[in-house]
C-alpha cells in the first residue's frame, strides 16, 4: 500500500472547503448582522412608534429603505439601535448610574472536553451583550479558530499570527492589545482572532523554558498586562479558552478575573471538568500564589431535556453546586446546530427562534448580573 502524508490530506481538505463555499453562499458572503423590526427597537429604547419616527425626522437616524417587493421597512441596523441609545441616553439596566464608564470585566470561558458548548457560549452571550446595549471584546484563544470563524468567512488565510495575541505575549513586541483589535459586523462588538499559530506558539515557549530564554513568570502574567492595558474600553471582555492546560491556556486563566465553565449534564463531561479543575487549581497556585477570582460558575450547557440521564442529574446539580452554578441552563437546541452549520448564531438568523432566544436571554441576563455585582469592587 502506497504511504501518504499529512500534508496530502491537508490539501484535499482545503480543496473541500473551498469547493463548499461555493456551494454554500452564507460560508463565503461578507458577513452582515440582520435588521431589528420597529416593535424590536421600541422595545430596545423603550419609546412609542411615534417616537422613533420623529427621530428619523429629526435626522438621529436614516429612515429605512423599503422593500420594492412587500412595501415594508427592511428594519434597521444594530448602529441605528444604538443611535437611538445614545440620543435618548439610554444606557444598559447595570450601568445606569454610571453610563459613561466601562465596567471592565474580563471572563474566560474554559473546559477542555469538547462539544460542552464552550465556544457556543462565547459567541452568544459576547452578541447578546452587544445586542443590548454594552461594549464588547472577544478574545479567541484557541487555536482551532472557531470563534474567529463566526465572524470571518470560512477558510479565509489572510489572518496571521500578527492578528492574535502573541505579539503581546510571546514575543513582546506590543504592550497593548490594540494592534489585534478588529472590527465585526456587530456594532460594539469587537475580537482579536485566532490562528493555528497560537498552537506552534506553545513549542516555542516550551523551547525557550528549556534554554531559559524566557521569564515564565512574566510570560504568564503578559496577556493580563495586554487586557489590562485595553479592558477599560470594554464593558466585557469573553475569552474563548484553549482546549487544554498548556501554556496558552494557563496563561488564559490567569489573565482574568471570572470563570465561565460549560458543562452539560452527562457523567463523562462532569468527571472530565472535575479532573479539569484538579489541574487548573494546581497550576493556578503554583504560578501565582493562590490567585482568587470574583466569580467561578458552572454553566449547564447542552440540557436535552429528551435525555432521561440528564434530567436525573439535574435533579441534584443544583444541591450539591449550590452557588457554584447558575441556575438557568442552556438548552439543546435545534436552531443553534443549524445556525451554527453556517457559522450564525441565533441573534443574528433572519427569523430567531423565539424559544430559543428567551433561554439564552434567561441564561445570560443572569451571567451578566453575577458578573457586574461580583466584580463591583474593582468597578
Not at 438621529?60 to 434597521?76: C, L, S
Not at 443611535?83 to 447595570?94: C, T
Not at 464593558?235 to 490567569?254: E, K, R, V, Y
Not at 453546586?321 to 437546541?333: D, I
Request: include cysteine; glycine fraction near 4%.
Amino acid at each position: 500500500m502506497e504511504k501518504t502524508t499529512l500534508k496530502a490530506v491537508k490539501d484535499v481538505v482545503g480543496i473541500l472547503i473551498e469547493h463548499a463555499t461555493k456551494v454554500e453562499s452564507s460560508l463565503q458572503t461578507e458577513k452582515k448582522m440582520r435588521y431589528f423590526s420597529t416593535k424590536e427597537v421600541c422595545n430596545f429604547i423603550n419609546r412609542t412608534t411615534s417616537t422613533l419616527y420623529k427621530a428619523e425626522e429629526d435626522g438621529v437616524i436614516k429612515k429605512p429603505e423599503v422593500n420594492p417587493d412587500t412595501g415594508r421597512r427592511i428594519g434597521y441596523t444594530l448602529e441605528q439601535v444604538n443611535l437611538l441609545r445614545d440620543h435618548f441616553k439610554i444606557a444598559p439596566k447595570l450601568k445606569r448610574n454610571r453610563p459613561k464608564e466601562h465596567l471592565g470585566i474580563t471572563t474566560a470561558l474554559y473546559n477542555p472536553k469538547g462539544g460542552v458548548g464552550k465556544t457556543t457560549t462565547a459567541v452568544n452571550i459576547a452578541q447578546y451583550c452587544a445586542v443590548i446595549g454594552y461594549e464588547v471584546l472577544i478574545i479567541d484563544m484557541d487555536s482551532q479558530a472557531s470563534t474567529s470563524a463566526f465572524f470571518s468567512t470560512v477558510g479565509n488565510g489572510d489572518f496571521d499570527e500578527n492578528d492574535t495575541i502573541l505579539s503581546s505575549t510571546l514575543d513582546s513586541e506590543e504592550t497593548t492589545l490594540d494592534y489585534a483589535i478588529r472590527e465585526t459586523h456587530f456594532d460594539n462588538l469587537q475580537i482579536i482572532r485566532a490562528t493555528h499559530h497560537l498552537s506552534s506558539s506553545e513549542f516555542d515557549v516550551y523551547n525557550q523554558v528549556s534554554s531559559d530564554d524566557i521569564d515564565l513568570v512574566k510570560y504568564f502574567q503578559s496577556l493580563k498586562v495586554a487586557i489590562d492595558s485595553v479592558k477599560g474600553n470594554y464593558d466585557f471582555i469573553f475569552l474563548d479558552a484553549p482546549p487544554s492546560l498548556g501554556m496558552n491556556g494557563l496563561q488564559t486563566l490567569l489573565s482574568v478575573d471570572n470563570i465561565i465553565i460549560p458543562c452539560p449534564p452527562r457523567m463523562l463531561d462532569l468527571v472530565v471538568t472535575k479532573q479539569f479543575l484538579e489541574i487548573a487549581t494546581q497550576l493556578v497556585d503554583k504560578h501565582s500564589n493562590g490567585k482568587k477570582f470574583h466569580s467561578v460558575k458552572v454553566m449547564v450547557s447542552m440540557y436535552d431535556l429528551k435525555k432521561e440521564e440528564s434530567k436525573k442529574l439535574m435533579k441534584i446539580m443544583p444541591a450539591v453546586f449550590g452557588s457554584h452554578m447558575y441556575m438557568n441552563q442552556m438548552l439543546y437546541s435545534e436552531s443553534v446546530v443549524n445556525a451554527s452549520a453556517a457559522l450564525q448564531t441565533v441573534w443574528e438568523t433572519p427569523k430567531p427562534d423565539k424559544h430559543t432566544t428567551e433561554n439564552m436571554r434567561m441564561l445570560f441576563n443572569e451571567i451578566i448580573c453575577d458578573l457586574v455585582v461580583s466584580n463591583r469592587t474593582t468597578i
